[in-house]
């Protein structure tokens, strides 16, 4: 097997949660191949990530330069082209920037490109067997493909544990000069969501509302619930979709990542989107009418009810015990 | 600001509608049980070409639609040209047959090399959630990529300056140069709607059907290099332990559960 | 030669000239003015849609007697309507008068042929108690809009200045013409006193009495000047309150006799797209729906003219009441100016202008949305002016435009894929009778199995899906059932009945709906249909064409309970207060208000109470079908309202009859947070839980 690259994203000096499940997700392809991890940026925040994911893969490549100060896709790609051996595995994370590299580095290449594998079955030969989902994760597919020539693959987060391996992997400086060339496409700024009046991220207790909750008039009820519980409100895409919240309450991969210690997940059907954005391992209560939405596989405890009738109920509760407490 | 008018190509597919649809296999287990599906365009795409549409009505152009598939594929290019699009191809032959997302990408490639088009649109992802034929096709082009597109916007003659959403809800600006290739993501505007009547108004007009003869494609370039081996419905995993009882009954349980995990202040 | 007690009008002299010249000279610059202006205003019904109102004869000849004549919907407002009912009632009277006048002015001592002996006798004391009664009521009514303003009366800020100067104005006019009236009459009665010479007889408080005798004492020449003063002051005021008429809202006193003769006779219905074009020919029409003002027909002009601008229709619109962008008395005023505007009387000849889009002009988007079709508008206009069609055309427009809500969009979309605006498979509609508990007592006939009955119950979408509408599916059957009738449903043939779709405006997707669903009825064979759905109802009874006899349920019970075929026992649950809320399209559309209210008077014991919004004044629980998706902009929901009405009633349970009050209604508890305090229930399931099997 030849080189298992993994091209890693970071931000303020730390990698992406994903670097150490694309470990995992490497060694799954092959063990014995060596893992190396592929770095752009520039500056002592390159560095110190370097040296973090030392300490997990063989070997790092970092590659420094100004033009690389944001990751830049259009940019990175021909670097990549011109520095990985040929027949090279290259998995990367499936997000955003994932979906901007990758399948453009697959052609590039000239190698098959495997995106959003949920799960690596086995290698038998040459042939990589894995699983993908499709229609929305309504049903599962196995997939397979030639790997002799090599492969990029991109993976779901959270679908591979974090390696807890502990090593001292070699930092190589694959500094190139890159030409001052006007790329065809430069960033300009970053715009970060309008801040809220309140942020999720540092909460501990949230009240979650999904489609469930049906029109805007019965957020109330969840502001209610929340109230009573010292919690704050947060939803799924839809409700910012349709303007009744503002984005700064969204709770998934292209909303907040939060990390509470209970999370209730109101009317919510559980994608997994939203479900990404939740880390930490809460305590998640799941409320919805329909027993078979996929929140209550991911939850830990499940109430099967109309939460425009629950919640009320709940809420009540909830003010009786605190007032008998005081 | 000269503003030239723009060829504008929007790359559609006909996908079943997953939200009331109840994904089941077939008897034989090789494929979905197709029956009772509902068809339509793929949402994504809807919204690439509302905004194709959009931003032909402000600078002048042509928006064409194009897809591949079967005949009842058509009916997707005939709703958007009742949106409003100028002109549909339509992408057929047997050689088509089981292209995988690299072998849809080469037969776009010779679509785009037969056209004149500043700027190509396809949605983030269809139904079979890959989001990977906008990437190939700009890298076979060369042509600049970005792909969760949220905002476009013309910059200059030959310039757009777009937004992409990032995680967290970060809008990424950047300026990328045409010709180039954009994946759409949904609510970058308010696709019109398109009744009936409309529909009806189409439902005569010519679809030119290019073959792989037409494109001069050597079949041997669309081998595909991944194959999707069956269909399973994902089994359920270690679900969540359901209260059951009367509600009060539930409520008390829950409460105590709240406590115990430091959900109640 | 007739001696009279003062030189007449028609024998004066003016400035040199005799004075009949004025008096034939004000009156033929007045016609000419006026026919000018009513050419003018007939410009834009010139270009008009075609509308075709010449049918039923005889049906609209007693609409004008019934609204017209007798002001049959005055008193719906007491005191403004007897106000308008003397006003209008002098004014009929008075017309025989004031051309008397206009002819006196060049024709000394004219009188009308036949009026010469009795009858002329006991018209003299008929006017003369009329022109007081009416300048009583200008003067009440001044001060009623000048001083006390009501309140449906008031103009939003946005919808510009207030109205109350023209009110005023005209009430002058009116009280101008009394008291000149008066005082031409009182000093020739004076005069002729005076004289010795014999007068007509004046009635005591009339103004020509207190005029007698207030210038009783002038001198001759103060007489002979207040008489041809008083004259030509009626004269000038009469002929210049006659061309103001076509300016403003009094246009409707010209205009409300052809109105009313051409008003709607039928309820519920919505007209064609287009008069005179086929459903097949629609296809090939460029434009379809109301987009520029030209597109409305004639009698929508015409309703635009006549409006009144008294706030009824406003007043009881539910969509007005919570706070949407939507009043019907503006949307008729908004395009009353636009006529005015484009078709402007001055200066002479002066061009029209081009019809610009209505949608983003004068009207929003979310106004034309916000209608829930309830009726109550036009129910209430005294004037026979419509508002349903109007709204659907404009919808029509919109949806041709492409220009539709994201959260129409969806349901309209799942109606054309799945015929169900939320998107369930078709092979479930008939679910709701499979379900194990109920399936083991009761098998439920269907079309897909091949069964077949003589009566049909649709089900429609709702009932058919939700959850909880699904138990009105199965308490109908139990009702069927114990009434002893073999009955079938379509089950997956079915498709929605299109009723909101095609008051949405996607007229092509309702008649693909109707055309199925009628197929599918007339295969089945069955003779009869009966359905819980009053918007089903209304459907199958006005929108479809050649169908068996279509009953709603609550006619059913009765029939089935007043012959004994359906028994049910006395009320089960104790201390209830039950108020019924009547559905819109069950009663207003339709006139089914009493059935319910028999079958619930039917269970012993039941106690019920009126709402005071209640029968043709109902108020609309916010909306069925597609009206359910749409986001509008509020500040409170119907359904809210609707239930504090029954609250203030006394009742703590609300009795429907359509399974969109119910979900509304149930809705609106939740949100009021009056759970503890009231409850609803569907007819159908009330009767049902106490059927004596």
Redesign the interface.
């Known amino acids: 097997m030849a080189h298992i690259f993994a091209y890693i994203v970071h931000e303020a000096g730390k990698a992406d949660d994903t670097a150490l499940e694309l470990y995992t997700a490497a060694k799954k392809i092959d063990a014995s191949a060596p893992v190396i991890a592929i770095i752009t940026g520039q500056g002592e925040e390159l560095n110190t990530v370097a040296s973090e994911l030392a300490c997990v893969y063989d070997e790092v490549w970092k590659y420094a330069d100004g033009q690389l100060s944001h990751p830049?896709?259009?940019t990175i790609?021909p670097l990549l082209v011109s520095s990985i051996p040929a027949d090279s595995v290259v998995l990367m994370a499936?997000?955003?920037?994932g979906?901007?590299?990758?399948?453009?580095?697959?052609?590039?290449l000239d190698e098959?490109?495997?995106?959003?594998v949920t799960e690596i079955k086995n290698l038998e030969g040459h042939i990589l067997?894995v699983i993908?989902?499709?229609?929305?994760?309504?049903?599962?597919?196995?997939?397979?493909?030639?790997i002799s020539g090599g492969l990029v693959i991109t993976t779901r987060a959270g679908s591979f544990a974090p390696t807890d391996t502990n090593t001292t992997g070699k930092i190589i400086d694959k500094s190139q000069k890159i030409e001052t060339q006007i790329?065809?496409?430069?960033?300009?700024?970053?715009?970060?969501?309008e801040v809220g009046d309140v942020d999720i991220t540092k909460e501990?207790?949230l009240v979650s509302i999904g489609r469930g909750i049906e029109?805007?008039?019965?957020i109330?009820?969840a502001q209610e619930l929340a109230d009573a519980?010292?919690?704050v409100v947060s939803c799924s895409r839809p409700i910012v979709?349709?303007k009744w919240l503002g984005?700064?309450r969204?709770v998934g991969?292209?909303?907040?990542?939060v990390k509470p210690?209970?999370y209730?997940a109101c009317g919510i059907s559980g994608s997994f989107q939203h479900m990404g954005g939740i880390k930490g391992s809460p305590?998640?209560?799941?409320i919805n009418?329909n027993?078979n939405a996929p929140?209550?596989?991911?939850?830990?405890?499940?109430?099967?009810?109309d939460i425009?009738?629950?919640l009320?109920?709940?809420t009540e509760?909830?003010t009786e015990?605190?007032k008998s407490s005081r | 600001m000269r503003e030239k008018i723009m060829e504008i190509l929007v790359c559609i597919k006909r996908v079943p509608d997953t939200a009331e649809n109840e994904i089941e296999l077939n008897s034989t287990g090789n494929d979905l049980n197709r029956e009772d599906l509902v068809y339509s365009i793929n949402d994504w795409d809807n919204y690439a070409v509302e905004e194709a549409i959009q931003i032909v009505d402000r600078v002048g152009g042509n928006v064409t639609v194009v897809t591949l598939g079967d005949e009842e594929s058509k009916e997707v290019l005939r709703r958007e040209l009742a949106m409003g699009a100028n002109n549909a191809l339509f992408l057929s032959d047997d050689a088509f047959g089981r292209l995988d997302g690299r072998g849809v990408a080469t037969v776009l490639e010779k679509v785009v090399k037969k056209g004149n088009y500043d700027l190509i649109l396809t949605g983030v992802q269809a139904d079979d959630g890959a989001s990977q034929i906008g990437g190939m096709l700009a890298a076979m082009l060369d042509y600049p990529y970005a792909s969760v597109v949220n905002s476009i916007a013309i910059k200059e003659d030959k310039v757009l300056e777009i937004s992409r959403e990032t995680e967290g809800g970060n809008l990424e600006i950047s300026q990328i140069n045409m010709p180039c290739v954009l994946s759409i993501q949904t609510g970058i505007n308010e696709p019109r709607y398109v009744g009936i009547r409309g529909i009806r108004k189409v439902a005569s007009v010519e679809i030119p059907t290019l073959t792989t003869d037409d494109l001069g494609l050597d079949t041997l370039a669309l081998k595909p290099r991944t194959t999707r081996l069956d269909y399973f419905v994902p089994e359920l995993g270690e679900s969540a332990e359901m209260l059951q009882g009367s509600t009060e009954e539930i409520i008390t349980t829950l409460i105590g559960m709240l406590k115990a995990k430091g959900g109640l202040k | 030669m007739i001696e009279t007690a003062l030189i007449s009008p028609a024998k004066a002299w003016f400035l040199f000239l005799p004075a009949w010249f004025f008096s034939l000279l004000i009156p033929v610059v007045g016609m000419t003015v006026f026919t000018y202006l009513i050419i003018r205003r007939l410009a834009p019904l010139m270009r008009a849609a075609p509308d075709h109102r010449f049918d039923r004869i005889p049906e609209r000849i007693f609409q004008v007697l019934k609204i017209w004549l007798a002001q049959w919907r005055h008193p719906r407002y007491l005191f403004a309507g007897v106000l308008h009912i003397v006003m209008f009632a002098g004014f009929l009277c008075l017309l025989i008068r004031s051309t008397q006048m206009v002819i006196l002015g060049f024709a000394e001592g004219f009188v009308f042929p036949g009026f010469h002996g009795v009858i002329g006798d006991v018209y003299n004391i008929l006017r003369q108690i009329m022109a007081m009664a009416v300048l009583i009521v200008a003067v009440v009514a001044m001060i009623r809009r000048g001083i006390f303003k009501p309140a449906r009366y008031a103009v939003p800020e946005r919808y510009g200045k207030d109205h109350t100067a023209e009110a005023v104005f005209v009430l002058s006019l009116i009280s101008i013409l009394m008291l000149s009236e008066g005082l031409f009459d009182g000093s020739l009665a004076a005069a002729a006193a005076q004289q010795g010479m014999q007068a007509a007889p004046l009635v005591p408080g009339s103004l020509s009495w207190i005029f007698r005798y207030l210038f009783g004492n002038a001198s001759p020449k103060t007489l002979q000047a207040i008489h041809l003063l008083a004259y030509y002051t009626h004269d000038l005021t009469f002929f210049s309150f006659l061309c103001f008429l076509p300016l403003g809202k009094h246009f409707h006193v010209v205009t409300s006799l052809f109105n009313v003769f051409f008003m709607r006779l039928q309820k519920g219905n919505i007209k064609p797209v287009r008069y005179g074009v086929s459903d097949e020919k629609l296809d090939d029409l460029n434009s379809v729906g109301v987009k520029k003002l030209e597109d409305f027909t004639w009698k929508h002009m015409l309703d635009f003219y006549t409006c009144a601008d008294c706030g009824r229709c406003a007043d009881n619109c539910p969509a007005n009441a919570v706070g949407r962008p939507l009043s019907p008395r503006f949307l008729t005023i908004k395009a009353r100016d636009l006529m005015f505007k484009n078709y402007p009387v001055y200066p002479l000849n002066a061009p029209i202008k081009p019809g610009e889009a209505l949608i983003g002009g004068i009207y929003t988007e979310d106004e034309i949305w916000s209608c829930t079709t309830c009726g109550a508008c036009e129910q209430e206009c005294p004037l026979g002016i419509e508002y349903i069609d109007k709204i659907v055309d404009l919808r029509r427009g919109m949806i041709d435009d492409g220009n539709v809500p994201q959260s129409l969009q969806k349901p309209l979309k799942a109606l054309e894929k799945r015929g169900n605006p939320w998107g369930k498979m078709e092979k479930k509609r008939g679910d709701w009778s499979k379900e194990k508990e109920f399936a083991a007592k009761y098998t439920v006939k269907s079309m897909e199995d091949g069964d077949t009955a003589d009566t049909l119950y649709f089900v429609d979408s709702i009932t058919s899906y939700d959850d909880r509408m699904q138990s009105i599916a199965q308490a109908a059957t139990k009702v069927l059932v114990a009434s002893g009738i073999d009955f079938m449903i379509l089950g997956k043939n079915e498709k929605d009945s299109g009723h909101e779709v095609r008051r949405f405006g996607e007229e092509m997707l309702f008649q693909d709906l109707r055309d199925h669903n009628t197929e599918m009825i007339k295969e089945s064979g069955a003779k009869h249909i009966v359905t819980t759905d009053p918007h089903a109802y209304n459907a199958l009874c006005k929108d479809y064409n050649k169908l068996p006899p279509v009953e709603h349920i609550s006619q059913l019970i009765v029939r089935r309970i007043q012959d004994g075929h359906l028994r049910l026992s006395p009320i089960k649950t104790e201390g209830k207060v039950y108020t019924y809320h009547d559905p819109c399209y069950l009663g207003r559309h339709n006139d089914i208000y009493e059935e319910p209210r028999m079958a619930l008077d039917a269970i012993k014991g039941l106690k019920r109470v009126e709402m005071t919004r209640s029968r043709d004044r109902s108020f609309c629980c916010g909306g069925g079908g597609l009206m359910l998706f749409y986001e509008p902009q509020e500040d409170k929901r119907m359904g809210v309202v609707r239930v504090e009405m029954a609250a203030e009633a006394g009742a703590n349970v609300i009795v429907t009859a359509c399974p969109f009050c119910l979900i509304n209604i149930e809705d609106a508890i939740k949100v009021a947070g009056m759970e503890n305090k009231m409850e609803v229930v569907d007819l159908t399931e009330l009767i049902a839980r106490h059927i004596v099997e």
């Open positions: 830049n896709a259009e790609r499936h997000n955003t920037f979906m901007d590299l990758a399948p453009g580095l697959s052609i590039k098959p490109f495997l995106p959003d067997k993908r989902q499709e229609l929305g994760g309504q049903v599962g597919t196995h997939v397979e493909a030639d790329s065809k496409r430069r960033f300009i700024k970053m715009i970060a969501p501990n207790v029109d805007e008039d019965n109330e009820i519980m010292g919690a979709d349709a984005n700064s969204q991969t292209s909303g907040k990542t210690k209970v209730l305590f998640i209560v799941a009418k027993p929140i209550f596989q991911m939850a830990d405890v499940g109430i099967k009810a425009l009738d629950f009320p109920k709940l509760a909830i015990t605190n």
